[in-house]
């Protein structure tokens, strides 16, 4: 069976002024359908360049990404967007929700550009953002909402297209143990109905609750546990 | 994604806006309102000669002495003295003439003329029965020349209503006083009616027998015009066909070049004035039109703003998915709102500054429908040319810098 992220020998340099900085080295894995994976890493270890290149948001340096059998590399603009927007759900680490916007229609967003109808957009958009317990705060914007809430909100709009792929960085990053739980409670649930979901955390707890952890430091893996059962 | 929704996000960004919005329309709104009004004008003036040449009197063919190339030898039109009264007469008696309704005859000159110690220099037409209803000249007061006048050279007098206001001041009823016209005693037999501000005013005219004229104040017998009435619209070129034929045998003439007498229709100088007023508005709307491409010009400064601030939206849009048709789609709609909005309102100012001007110039006002089609379509294509590139250059923005962007 062909692995559903293979990823061989990555390398990301950043030409960013005049130091070029190496956030990637050589970075090789792969992972099944199914799997619940944690990336952890001391902070600058190049967790979120990682996630950005999975995420088909950027693409390597050099080396190759192969989602679903797919090479990223041969494709154009239209199929990575339709990628970004059917098969993976992407938790950014600074939100990224549109200000100005209501929760609600930030959870639309992904769904519109899927190509769903309006009431079923909103119904659904609704759903999710009660399932994250913000169901009062649906009409508010980005900015009226509490950092913890926000990263609600993206969870909440991460599953709207319902992506067989979760990629969360820092999920819970700002919020309340209690919080958190829940979250990944709802993590746990997506990974039984067979989602993949890979998220990266500093914290232990969190970390322990995925069922493989790939250990990153300097842009290199230094440890990969492996599927755990 | 669909169009409307499209259509109804941009509405709201440009409402939350809303200031920013006007002012970066604020080129198209004054290009598209002076477009329009500069178009309502020309047709308002254009229609407007058109009923003053009309009031001069309809299906009006005027037949003048000397050719229509009034070269060196031949004379000017003024001076040439080839048209007789007798022409007239002749046209009047033919019978190969199917085409003629009424004909007159008349000669025109400046004269002195007064009423006890006032006195004013003005027109003193001699003219035949059939020249009132020809020039659509009616009689207010009294009666106007008759045949029988014309048979005696009487000394009777016609006088527009103008002249009264200069000698009579409104103290006296004018009719049945005695004014002298260049030492000569006329008798005033009636007024005419006056034809306000049009442009060839028979206000300030005095209408004496034509044959008065000719024998007792000037002692020639040529006439400076003979007017025809053609029996319709149609028969308007027949008839001058058939006018130019009797005269050229009646003159002697064989070749038509040759002919010593012009005839021109109304519908000539209808459309020579029309010419005139046409390329002047043309000039003036071209003018115009180039306020529009610095709108224009506006609309992309303003869009290229609006992408680059909203970068990091663009980089979401994307990363949620968003197709480059779709952001294209989205700033491209964006830019046409905008300038359809500034259309719209560009066309509400033309049509305020043309009503205004119409009115206080006592011009018909006419708001075609082709300028508001003028200024919809053209604000449109204002919004897809200039926002083109903008919308373009948002779309090929890759998602991850995009988001990077602060
Ligand atoms: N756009 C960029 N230009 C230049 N260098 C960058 C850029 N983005 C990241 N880097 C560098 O690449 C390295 C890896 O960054 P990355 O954001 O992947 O770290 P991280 O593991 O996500 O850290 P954190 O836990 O703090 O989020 C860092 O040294 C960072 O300075
Ligand atoms: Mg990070």
């Known amino acids: ?53 999975l995420g088909c948001l950027d693409i390597p340096t050099s080396g190759t990404y192969i989602i679903n059998g797919r090479n990223v590399e041969n494709m154009n603009d239209d199929e990575l967007a339709n990628i970004r927007n059917k098969e993976i759900g992407f938790v950014f680490q600074a939100y990224n929700l549109l200000s100005r916007t209501t929760s609600i229609k930030n959870v639309c967003l992904p769904m519109i550009y899927a190509g769903i109808p309006k009431t079923e957009r909103y119904e659904r958009a609704k759903k999710l953002l009660i399932s994250v317990g913000l169901g009062n705060k649906l009409f508010n914007s980005p900015n009226q909402l509490s950092g913890g809430e926000k990263q609600r909100v993206a969870i909440a709009r991460s599953m709207a297209t319902e992506p067989s792929i979760i990629l969360a960085d820092e999920p819970t990053g700002n919020l309340a143990s209690k919080q958190s739980m829940e979250i990944m409670d709802i993590f746990d649930e997506l990974n039984i109905k067979g989602n993949t979901i890979i998220l990266i955390t500093h914290e232990e707890n969190i970390a322990k609750r995925a069922k493989r952890i790939i250990s990153i430091m300097d842009g290199k893996i230094v440890n990969d546990t492996g599927r755990l059962n | 994604m669909k169009l409307l929704e499209i259509l109804e996000e941009s509405i709201l ?44 009197g309809s299906n009006l063919i005027t037949i003048s002495p000397g050719g229509t190339q009034s070269g060196f030898l031949r004379g000017g039109p003024d001076d040439a003295k080839t048209l007789k009264y007798n022409d007239a007469l002749e046209i009047e008696k033919s019978d190969r003439l199917t085409t003629v309704d009424k004909v007159a005859a008349s000669y025109s000159s400046r004269a002195q003329i007064s009423f006890q110690e006032n006195n004013m220099n003005t027109n003193v037409i001699g003219i035949t029965e059939n020249y009132f209803s020809l020039r659509n000249i009616e009689i207010e007061y009294g009666v106007g020349i008759t045949q029988k006048d014309i048979g005696t050279s009487s000394k009777v007098v016609v006088i527009g209503n103008g002249v009264i206001e200069e000698l009579f001041t409104g103290k006296v009823n004018p009719i049945g006083q005695g004014i002298r016209i260049d030492g000569n005693s006329f008798k005033i037999i009636g007024i005419t009616k006056s034809k306000g501000s049009e442009m060839v005013s028979s206000d300030n005219s005095v209408f004496i027998p034509l044959t008065t004229a000719q024998k007792v104040l000037y002692g020639i017998d040529h006439v400076t015009s003979i007017l025809v009435s053609a029996k319709n619209e149609e028969l308007i070129d027949p008839a001058m066909n058939q006018l130019g034929y009797l005269l050229l045998e009646l003159h002697g003439i064989k070749n038509p070049e040759d002919a010593d007498f012009s005839i021109t229709s109304q519908e000539d100088l209808l459309e020579t004035v029309s010419e005139i007023t046409g390329t002047f508005t043309t000039l003036l709307t071209g003018i115009a ?118």
């Open chain 1, 1 to 53: 069976m062909i692995p559903l992220i293979d990823v061989k020998g990555i390398t990301k340099i950043y030409n960013g002024g005049e130091i070029a900085t190496k956030a990637l080295s050589d970075v090789s894995f792969e992972i099944e359908k199914g799997e619940f994976v944690a990336i952890v890493g001391p902070s600058g270890s190049g967790k979120s360049t990682l996630m950005h290149i």
């Open chain 2, 289 to 406: 039109a180039i306020s529009l491409v610095v709108g224009g010009i506006g609309i992309m400064n303003i869009m290229l703003v609006t992408v680059t601030e909203r970068t990091r939206e663009i980089g979401i849009r994307k990363a949620l998915g968003a197709k480059r048709k779709t952001i294209t789609k989205q700033f491209l709609v964006e830019s046409i709102v905008l300038t359809l909005t500034g259309g719209v309102l560009g066309l509400l100012l033309g049509i305020g500054v043309s009503l205004i001007i119409t009115k206080t110039m006592g011009l018909p006002s006419v708001i075609s429908i082709t300028s508001i089609s003028l200024a919809v379509g053209v604000s449109c294509l204002i919004g897809i040319i200039f926002g083109w590139y903008p919308a373009h250059r948002a779309s090929k923005l890759q998602p991850i810098e995009a988001l990077r962007y602060e």
């Open chain 2, 13 to 56: 960004v440009l409402k939350t806006n809303r200031m920013r919005t006007v002012l970066s329309v604020l080129g198209i709104i004054i290009g598209i309102g002076s477009v329009i009004s500069l178009i309502t004008l020309g047709e308002a003036s254009q229609q407007s000669v058109k009923e003053r040449i009309q009031s001069l």
